[in-house]
């Protein structure tokens, strides 16, 4: 594809829709050498038939440069389409985004606008990937704090504090990582789950207490 990255294929020219089209329905030819590679990502890509040609000239690119690039042991050709399908369906999200489109006044943006919109979006795709990563982290951490503090009572624990600790247990497995905080903290208050306001509060200082 000559990309660099398979997340920014914002410069690449893929075939045109209606040569794919030709080649679906039997009127016009496939992949040629020039074209061999060169992928089609217009309507019903992921399962038209000029990118199935091209999948499998990369299995037969793969299979003869095997020593090359150190694959060791055998990878069967379906597990590499699908290698292949999931990188063919990144670009073609990548590309998607940077292509113009029709705004919401019936006029096509220029290039400038499209850019800016697929920058935005993926600066907002960072920023959901931070915070669904520090949720997850901050999941982890507590239930294994919760192990340790199990672990560790004392057998002159009073139930009172073994009951604590399971019904913290059980706050964060019914919480999930939805359930926590996007911030570093739990100051800031309420939690995205389904749980009445009046309860809220109460977790709140059960997380503060566990942390």
């Not at 020039?34 to 399962?47: A, C, I, S």
């Not at 440069?65 to 055998?74: H, T």
Request: charged share 30%.
């Amino acid at each position: 594809t000559q990309q660099t990255n398979i997340t920014d294929f914002r410069s690449y020219s893929p075939i045109d829709d209606a040569v794919a089209e030709a080649f679906e329905t039997g009127e016009g030819p496939g992949p040629t050498d020039l074209t061999r590679y060169r992928l089609h990502f217009g309507n019903g890509y992921h399962k038209s038939r000029w990118n199935k040609v091209i999948i499998a000239n990369m299995l037969t690119f793969t299979a003869d440069r095997k020593g090359m690039y150190r694959i060791e042991g055998d990878i069967d050709n379906e597990t590499l389409k699908a290698f292949f399908s999931d990188f063919i369906k990144e670009a073609q999200t990548s590309w998607a985004r940077y292509s113009r489109r029709i705004n919401k006044d019936d006029n096509l943006e220029s290039s400038q606008e499209a850019k800016e919109r697929a920058d935005q979006y993926s600066e907002l795709h960072k920023e959901s990937c931070r915070i669904n990563g520090r949720k997850h982290a901050k999941l982890a951490r507590r239930k294994l704090g919760v192990s340790l503090l199990e672990s560790t009572l004392p057998p002159s624990a009073s139930p009172i504090d073994l009951t604590k600790l399971h019904q913290t247990q059980q706050v964060l497995d019914s919480l999930g990582h939805e359930g926590m905080s996007s911030e570093e903290s739990d100051n800031e208050g309420g939690f995205r789950v389904t749980i009445p306001h009046y309860r809220r509060r109460i977790v709140s200082q059960m997380m503060s207490d566990l942390d």
